[in-house]
């Protein structure tokens, strides 16, 4: 025994002599819903014959009326209060949450016995729900279920009602004794862990090298998916043509800059011919140096002239195939003004 189970058994011997414990009586227990008064299933409060507090009324009992309610074929108990004498001769109704507690079954005898427990100073609970202590308002709802409790009794399990949601708590431990007054208190509320947690795997190195090595597979699955896809590619293997018909690659060559082509060509010495003349008898010596303009650059006539005569010859090769059916636009053009 403990110094805590020590403890209560002092106070409840000390009770029962300052309290004259006389109340001592066997019940036929039967839940709430029996007598369709369920709004006390919130709480720990039982509804006990009137003979009961006739009985009471002689004792010098204690309030408020606190009772320790045992299952003695199970071998549990509990503790609980009073909120009716209005039941039948022979009979007391408890909450439902309560018959579970103690594994009774309905017409089963319960023993019941008046008590007196210490203040709360300390409760520590444990919810079966994780999502209970995300409730924004877990505090208040305690709170608020409190209020409906007398007392609380270390190994109990109580409903906690959230609007349609029910959440089952634990009673862990109470102090100062295994069983606690809640009544004008104020005490220490500590939750223990919820039933249904699970901590967080832990990722070992193997986890961590499986994991490389799947995304390793996967980049290089993406690599020749991305070769394959190139592979099967196939480029227009058709001639392009333009909106007038004529061959895009033709008109290409046509539009290449003069400056590449001057810079192919080069006008040198070799290239230019001396023409002897005479002209009124002397002989004329044409000029057969290199020409330059004032910014030091060649110039190159001859060449431009070789351009454009390209070009010329480009164009007439140009031919629009009348099998296409193309003829160009032949009306008059007008402006929206």
């Known amino acids: 025994m403990d110094l805590a189970e020590q403890n209560y058994a002092r106070t409840l011997f000390s009770t029962a002599t300052a ?17 369709s008064k369920t709004f006390y299933e919130t709480g720990n409060k039982i509804i006990m014959p009137a003979s009961a507090l006739n009985q ?41 949450w309560m018959m579970k507690n103690l594994q009774l079954e309905e017409g089963e005898l319960v023993k019941i016995s008046n008590t007196c427990l210490p203040k709360a100073t300390y409760i520590k609970i444990q919810p079966h729900a994780t999502k209970f202590t995300t409730l924004l308002d877990h505090k208040s709802l305690l709170e608020k279920t409190f209020r409906d409790f007398v007392c609380l009794t270390k190994g109990d399990t109580i409903v906690v009602n959230n609007g349609d949601e029910k959440y089952m708590v634990n009673i862990v431990e109470t102090k100062p004794s295994p069983a606690a007054l809640l009544f004008e208190t104020d005490c220490v509320v500590d939750f223990a862990t919820p039933l249904d947690y699970k901590e967080p795997e832990k990722r070992t190195r193997v986890d961590l090298k499986r994991k490389r090595t799947c995304d390793d597979g996967r980049r290089v699955t993406r690599t020749n998916d991305e070769h394959n896809t190139k592979k099967d590619t196939k480029v227009f293997p058709g001639v392009g043509r333009r909106l007038g018909g004529t061959n895009g690659k033709r008109d290409d060559m046509c539009l290449l800059s003069s400056d590449m082509l001057m810079k192919k060509l080069k006008v040198t010495e070799s290239s230019s011919a001396v023409v002897d003349r005479k002209i009124d008898g002397m002989e004329f010596r044409p000029f057969t ?22 070009v010329d010859e480009m164009n007439v090769q140009v031919d629009v195939k009348k099998s296409e059916g193309f003829s160009a636009f032949t009306g008059k053009s007008y402006r929206l003004l």
């Open 289 to 310: 140096g290199v020409a330059k303009r004032v910014d030091g650059q060649p110039l190159v006539v001859a060449a431009a002239e070789e351009i454009v005569q390209r």
């Open 56 to 96: 009471l009324a002689s004792l010098s009992v204690t309030y408020p009326m606190l009772f320790r309610i045992e299952n003695l074929a199970a071998g549990l108990h509990s503790h609980c209060g009073v909120v009716e004498f209005t039941a039948d001769e022979g009979l007391v109704f408890l909450p439902t």
């Open 19 to 35: 309290a004259s414990v006389d109340f001592d009586q066997y019940y036929s227990c039967y839940p709430l819903s029996h007598i």
